[in-house]
Every structure is written in C-alpha cells, then in structure tokens.
C-alpha cells in the first residue's frame, strides 16, 4: 500500500500532538509505531508482523488509537498506549481515597476515566458510629472533578471523565440538574444507566421509586412558606431525608424569620415517565444526560459469565468492569472504496480488519498499565475496541445516502464483514497463542452476542478457542479523524460548508470551512446530493443507523443524535423510549445547548455553492461533525 500523505490540517495535529521530537511526517511514526507493537511477536514472527502493521497504517487503512500514536517508541517503551479505564468506587472513606488516588496515576499517564457511583450511600444518610452524614454520590463527582482540573493527560488537554448513576439512587435528582450549571463537572460527561425493568415502568406509566441497599426512599419537597403563602419558584427539593431531617434542615437553609414557618410534603407519585421526560428535558437543555442501557450491555457481550459491566469509559463506547480498559485502533472506511465508487475493496478491508486485531493484541501484551489492577482485569479478557473511522465518506463515495434504507441495507453488510472478520483473526490467535484465560466455550458461546455469529465461526471457537473476549466498539475519533482528513467514526459530517466562530485578541472572528471531500466532488462535477449534514438527518435516522451497527458489535457505540435549536424534550422523549431497549447507550445534541455555537452551517442552495465556492478571503478545509463528546480538551478514542 501506498503512504499516506497527511493535509495541512492533518499535518498541523499531527506535529502538535503526536511527533515525537524530530519527527515531520507520518511514515516516520508509523515505522516507530509497527516497530513497537511487533515487539510481541516470537522473534521469528516480528519481522512479518512489522511489515504488515507498517502497510496498514502508513497506508492509513488502519489508525492506532491516539495514545498509540503518541506513547509507541516513548520512555524506553515503558508507556501507557491505552485510552480509557474504569473505576467504581465502594462505599468506604478509603475506596474513595483510593478512587481519587487511582484516577490521578491513570490520568497522568494520559488515559480517561469513568466511574459508576452508585454503590456510595445517598447525600445526608448516616455514616456508622460518626457524628457525620454522608456527601453523597455528586459530591464525589465534584471531587473526582477537581482533581482533573490539576492533571494534565497529554501535551495539552484535561483528563476526560465519566460519571454514571444509577436510575434507582436517591441521589439521582440532583445528578441529573448537575450539569445544567455548566461551570460544573466540566470533566464530566455523565450518563444514567436504566434498566429493563425501569424501561417496563416507563411503558406502563409505573411510580418509581428509589432505593439503597434495599433501603426505600422517598422523595420530599421543602416548600419555602410565609403566612400560608407558597411561593413556587421558590421550592428546594431534598433527597433520601425523613422527616425529622428535613425539618431540622430547614433551620440551616433559610433565613432566620422563616425558620419556623415550613412544611414537608411527602411526595409519592413520582412517575417512572415523568423520571424518563426529565432526563430528555435536562440532555436537551444541556446535552447532559445520556443513558447507558446497563442491563442490555450485560446481556448482549461475551463477558457476563465472569464480569460485571458497570460502567463506561468517558465518551461511551466501551462497557467495563472496574479497572477495565479501551484498547483502541479504526479500520479508515474511507480507504476501502475502489477509486471508481463502483463497491468496497472487501479483501483490503479484510486485511486491515485482521492485522488491526493482532495490533491491539500486541498492545495489551507491551502496554505499561498506570496500576496493577488494570493489568489484572485487561489480561483477565484480553479486550481489544476495534473500531471505525470515515463511514460517511465511505457512503458519499458509493453514492448512498447516510440514514435511507439503502444505507441501512449497506451497513448491515459492512458490519457483518468486520465482525466475522474479526472473530476469525481473534480465534487464530488463540490457535497460535492461547485463549484468554477466563475463556470457557460452553458459557462462552452461550453468551447472547456469541449466539448471533455464523455457525462455522462458533465451532471454531468450541475447537480453538478465542484470544479476546470483546473486540468490537465505535469511539467518536474526532482528533483521529481530522489527522487523516476524513469523517468521524460513524457520524455524518457537520455540513459540507460552514462558518467557524473563533476569539483572537478579544475580538470574534470567522473562517469559512469547506469539506475537503465536498470541494473535490463539486470541481469535479460529481453528484454531491448525499452530502447530508448532522442537522439534515433526522434523530431517528440517526438513532437507526446506530441501532442497525449495534447489532454487530459487542461492546458500545459512541454517537450523537443532533437535534435542532427548536427541538423540545418531547419531540425526542417517545423516539428514544421507542429505541432505548435496543441501544447499549444514547446520547443527543440539541444546537445551542452549550451556548454560543462555533459552527454555523451553510446551507447548500445553488446561490450559496457559487458564492461560497469561490471565496478565498480566510479559507481552510475541515471535516468537523456535530458529535457531542465536548469534554474540555479530551480526545477520547483520537
């Protein structure tokens, strides 16, 4: 394969946050990066395996996750090269110390973090023998929080966090309106994991309530009174508090000449749906929530045999147990179209999918863990996240529109491939190394995942063996993707021409971008009616692209659903309901939601292309899309 040459934009990120000194051109990197990760191989297969990692990502047909691009070669080898982990905190002064601990090594050694709370007590409950109540799960949070705010994981970027909360904690309330501050967690991404049994709720217009080990709580308002008159503007909700508590509370919350004035309602029809709507209502507002469908996650893998997925990494694409890892690299779909359009070159995407999955062996295998516990659980399961980048080039390229039946049709057929693929390459392995080591073919292939693969492939594992339990994910690979100038994971561009807002010495300026594809099909007198753009899709075209992928991966798929400015909670509320039970996560965008906007799209009307097309004036070339994995400088899966 040829070398790929990088744009200017590629070549600008690539200098900036990946070359090793002295380093100018990607070939250069990725001779140190092949190099590195062949080191794995028995010394008579280490040349053949560098030759072959070098073809596919010189070629740029397969692209290491952004921690093996900057960490191969570095510190005498001794470098973490895996993106993300996983902590859940127990309920203890010392496991919260040992979170806090944990999270700063991870985050200086460049990875993410997330961490599913859910196992500490609700804010107030009593603490043992101590005089003291405690903080709650969102306190830990905003502790977790600030820590990050002093750790930088790279050359110039925050470490990237997620929080996810049960839907049955007595906290949950307050983690839901966090982020409507958005001066708050602003490491944070966050997401609520629901249930199959909340969904069943939700359906039948169920009252929902919550609970603590086995403990149930009950919701209270504190109505701020005076002289019988209440005020409604005014109520301050309390969570997991009697009502003794709350009185007593009350003294401290208000001023003096009220003291004695309030009253406590006790709240018991708090509707699973109404729950559902405040979610929606609070992720459109501020693109915070999204879900994580933890049982759907635990039931369609290969691991729940021997582990428990309770949380995910920042952005949402892997499901892990605590001290789990994403081990992350893409297959560029954009290089897989034969130069006339015309079909996949499915043996060149074959080869990349095959020698992508040896790669990520070989890096869990070289990999310099930031703790002991995340060597132990990586090589417990051996979990790799082989995912993609460029799929909207790839279907501007063969003439399919992003979300139509065609498309769907398409993506059935392109997953299946890598998949299968994948499967494959992970059992020879196991033939020519080992099995991962809780491997078990009877409650292997009696995984729900596992019974979804083509027979041939599952008697292939009961006589072999399979090297990697999960190996299937889609991150977002926003960095990753404007490195090699082509679209973001699966996402669909932002808009084949936009304006990009930006501050330069206190005075807003703005750069028109042109999509480097859509130039190319618009001087070369190419259809250009699929370049459909994120707000252009509906959210459930959106929402059935990612549902038709989701059928073919094992772990989960990051990707945003964009809603309009003039979207409402309840234009989207019934469509997710619709999906959720189908999606290991769920995440929207509504425009607007952060604030200001840095990207306003072009709309593609004959006036605007001739006008647009043939402006020069502060001009660049980009492939933005409107994904909201928007942590403050994280580049989860780039």
């Not at 759907?296 to 001290?323: H, Q």
Request: charged share 25%.
């Amino acid at each position: 394969m040829a070398i790929t040459s990088l744009t200017a934009l590629g070549q600008e990120i690539f200098e900036s946050r990946y070359a090793y000194p002295g380093e100018t051109k990607w070939a250069e990197r990725a001779k140190v990066i092949s190099k590195t990760v062949s080191s794995a191989e028995r010394d008579e297969d280490k040349e053949k395996v560098e030759r072959a990692v070098y073809d596919v990502v010189g070629s740029g047909d397969f692209i290491p996750g952004g921690r093996i691009i900057f960490g191969a070669g570095r510190n005498s080898g001794h470098h973490n090269l895996l993106n993300c982990y996983v902590i859940i905190p127990e309920d203890s002064v010392d496991s919260i110390g040992r979170t806090i601990q944990d999270m700063y090594k991870i985050s200086c050694a460049g990875g993410g973090v997330g961490f599913n709370v859910s196992k500490l007590r609700p804010k107030g409950d009593h603490i043992g023998s101590v005089a003291n109540s405690a903080p709650g799960a969102v306190s830990v949070l905003k502790m977790i929080n600030e820590v990050g705010e002093h750790v930088r994981a790279g050359k110039n970027r925050r470490t990237a966090l997620m929080g996810i909360l049960n839907i049955t904690h007595p906290d949950l309330l307050e983690f839901l309106s966090v982020k409507l501050d958005q001066g708050q967690l602003n490491n944070f991404n966050i997401s609520v994991a629901i249930t199959d049994r909340f969904l069943e709720a939700v359906e039948l217009n169920e009252d929902w309530f919550f609970s603590f080990n086995n403990k149930e709580y009950h919701m209270y308002d504190l109505l701020r009174c005076k002289k019988g008159d209440v005020d409604d503007s005014e109520v301050v909700r309390v969570i997991g508090l009697d009502e003794e508590d709350v009185k007593a509370r009350a003294e401290n919350f208000h001023r003096e000449d009220w003291r004695d004035t309030f009253e406590v309602v006790r709240l018991n029809d708090m509707k699973a749906k109404d729950l559902w709507d405040l979610i929606w209502k609070n992720s459109v507002e501020s693109g915070d929530p999204g879900i994580f469908n933890i049982d759907f996650a635990n039931k369609y893998t290969n691991v729940s045999y021997f582990e428990r997925l309770d949380s995910t990494n920042p952005c949402g694409e892997i499901s892990l147990p605590s001290y789990g890892n994403c081990c992350l690299g893409n297959i560029n779909l954009n290089n897989m179209v034969l130069e006339d359009g015309s079909n996949v070159d499915w043996k060149r995407l074959a080869k990349a999918v095959r020698t992508g999955v040896r790669f990520l062996d070989n890096v869990l295998t070289i990999n310099a863990f930031p703790t002991e516990e995340c060597k132990t659980v990586a090589n417990r399961s051996r979990r790799i996240g082989l995912g993609v980048i460029g799929m909207h080039y790839m279907l501007i390229k063969l003439g399919i529109k992003y979300g139509s039946e065609k498309c769907l049709e398409f993506l059935d057929r392109l997953f299946t491939t890598i998949r299968d693929e994948s499967y494959k390459m992970s059992i020879y392995l196991a033939r020519d190394k080992a099995p991962f080591p809780e491997f078990d073919y009877k409650k292997y292939l009696s995984e729900d995942f596992a019974k979804t693969l083509p027979a041939r492939i599952r008697m292939l594992i009961k006589r072999y063996g399979i090297r990697n339990a999960v190996m299937l994910t889609i991150p977002p690979c926003g960095t990753i993707s404007m490195l090699h100038g082509v679209s973001s994971g699966i996402e669909p561009i932002f808009s084949a021409m936009y304006h990009r807002r930006y501050r330069q010495n206190n005075i807003w300026k703005q750069k028109l971008v042109v999509d480097p594809l859509f130039e190319e099909y618009y001087k070369n007198n190419k259809s250009i009616e699929n370049f459909v753009g994120a707000y252009d899709i509906t959210p459930e075209d959106h929402i059935r692209v990612q549902a038709t992928i989701q059928k073919y991966i094992d772990s989960c798929i990051s990707k945003t659903i964009n809603l309009p400015s003039t979207a409402t909670p309840k234009d989207f509320s019934q469509t997710a309901l619709d999906y959720a039970p189908y999606l290991k996560g769920l995440t929207v965008y509504r425009a607007g939601s952060k604030g200001n906007e840095p990207l306003e799209a072009i709309t593609l009307s004959d006036e605007n292309i001739a006008k647009y097309m043939t402006e020069d004036s502060g001009r660049e070339q980009g492939t933005e899309t409107g994904e909201a994995c928007s942590l403050a400088g994280g580049e989860c899966g780039a």
